[in-house]
């Protein structure tokens, strides 16, 4: 994009997405297409050979979330956790350390738990919102900080620039899963942070339709690395994936501007809620990431997690809502509630990022906000 165009929503609808030059197509057409005509051997044209290594609808996808992401160049993969693979088997080895967040997602724990460790990368979950705790937890091996923030059920706030300081004084790379606030809300990598992860699955597709995951580096170097993973490993998207991708990238402004105001509702009224214990919201003054999330966030999100007096108190909130619908995942324009104790993050039970068994977690969607309320308090009532 032109230099001069650096709006958020502008960039989201225009990068990596000009009108196609042969039909004038205002949205790029999805190529389904494996192969490309070589004009004599070697002799390709725009660079495409075969779309495990490069696919149109890929490339237009790729450029906008670099654009959105701030970043020197976006890789996307068939899931978020197909990018963090690709991720740690770039930038770590065998006999290397990484901290993760004590909070991590269950996937993330699982995948370094049961795939990386085996390998032979070791790692130890830290109270990422605590600086002081993270210095103390880096080792002369440690080659990652792994960061989730809001984190995922816990909505737990970590400070981006303070541990992107912590990570380059240990000659470490600070990545930032940035799935929860999506690139409207942070931009990580204006902060100091390497790399960015998503599982655009949630809010960056935004209409729980598609799976789907992407990396965006701050360094070209680290970029073309990357890249070579990417093709070599070969856990790349579909380009109907990506086009559903991008389209939903094009509306990402004004969706997290409804689901933000819906959930600081939400969270509001929960609090008074004689039947809720404590609400998890970064958006509350008291929440004790409050004033960093003010600080590195344009607004608090559309997550909002809660616990009950017991487990079968929440298990039974769970279980009533009719407009929030329970399931997996987040980020769509429909509301979802879940059990993450006993759902998303049942594969961290008996772990040391075990979840309180007591927790409610809400997926505030975009729909008329007095629905929801109501919705949510004849299920607690
Ligand atoms: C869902 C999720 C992932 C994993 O992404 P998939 O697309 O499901 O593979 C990673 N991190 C966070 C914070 C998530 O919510």
Known sequence: MDNDVQGFETLAIHAGQEPDPTTGAVVPPIYQVSTYKQDGIGGLRGGYEYSRSANPTRTALEVCLAEIEAG???????????????????????????????????????????????????????????????????????????????????????????????????????????????????RPLTLGADVVVHSTTKYVGGHSDV????????????????????????????????????????????????????AERVAEMLTRHPAVRSVLYPGLPDHPGHEVAAKQMKAFGGMVSFRMQSEEAAVRVCERTKLFTLGESLGGVESLIEHPGRMTHASAAGSPLEVPADLVRLSVGIEDVEDLLRDLELALS
């Open 211 to 262: 799976v789907g995951g992407a990396l965006v580096v701050a360094d070209a170097g680290l970029g073309e690395r990357l890249a070579f993973h990417q093709n070599a490993m070969g856990a790349v998207p579909g380009p109907f994936d990506c086009w559903l991708t991008l389209r939903g990238i094009r509306t990402l402004g004004v969706r997290m501007d409804r689901h933000c105001a819906n």
């Open 72 to 186: 020197a160049r976006g890789l996307a993969f068939a899931s978020g956790l197909a990018a963090e693979d690709a991720l740690l088997r770039t930038v770590c080895r065998p006999g290397d350390h990484v901290i993760i967040p004590d909070d991590a997602y269950g996937g993330t724990y699982r995948l370094f738990a049961k795939v990386a460790e085996p390998w032979g990368v070791s790692f130890d979950p830290a109270p990422l919102g605590d600086v002081a705790a993270v210095r103390a937890a880096v080792r002369p091996d440690t080659k990652v900080i792994w960061v989730e923030t809001p984190t995922n059920p816990l909505l737990a706030i970590s400070d981006i620039a303070a541990l992107a300081g912590v990570a380059h004084e240990a000659g470490a790379l600070l990545v930032v899963d940035n799935t929860f606030a999506s690139p409207y809300l942070q």
